[in-house]
C-alpha cells in the first residue's frame, strides 16, 4: 500500500473491494446489501485518481468476507475490480473478479414477454461475456448490456 493511497483508513479485518469502475461504488453497496438499516463499518471512496484505470471507485466493508455469489454480482457490474481480503492490517488474498460464464436469478429479464417473466416458476437465466460485460438471455436472447445494475434481482 502506498501512502497516496491512504485516502480511507487501513482496516483490520474485512474485505476492500478495489478498482471499482468510477460511478458504480452505491451499486456495489447494494449488491452487499449494505443500507441505512445496516450496522457494518463500510468507507466508501469514490472516483479517486487510479494509475491503472483512470479514476475507481473503492469500498471497505469491516469484518466481513464475501462469498462467490456476491463477488459474481459485482463482476458484472464492475469487471476490473479486485477483492482483497485483511485479515490483522494484512492483505492475505487478492484476486480480480471474474465473469461466470452464466448467472442464474441475479438478473431479470427486460423482455416482458420472456418465459421468465411469466407465471411460470422459471429462474432466470443469462450466458456471460465480457468487454463490455453483455448478458444474453437463455430463454428469449435479449441482451443487456447497458446499466446492469438496474437489472439486478
Ligand atoms: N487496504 C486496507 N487496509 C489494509 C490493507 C490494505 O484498506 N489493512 C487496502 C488498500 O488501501 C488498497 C487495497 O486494500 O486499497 C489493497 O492493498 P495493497 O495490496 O496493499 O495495495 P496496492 O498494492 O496498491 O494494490 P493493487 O496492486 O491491487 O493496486
Known sequence: MREKDVRVLPIRNGTVIDHITAGQA???LKILGITDKSN???SVAMNVPSSVIGTKDIVKVE????IEDEVNRISLISPKATINIIRGYEVVMKHRVELPARVDGVVKCVNPNCISNTSEPVVSKFLVSGKPVM???AYCDYV???NIAAHLI
Do not use: P
Not at 469484518?63 to 464475501?66: A, I, M, Q, V, Y
Open 26 to 28: 452505491l451499486n456495489v
Open 63 to 66: 469484518d466481513r468476507e464475501l
Open 135 to 137: 448478458l444474453r438471455c
Open 40 to 42: 457494518s463499518v463500510v
Open 144 to 146: 443487456i448490456s447497458e
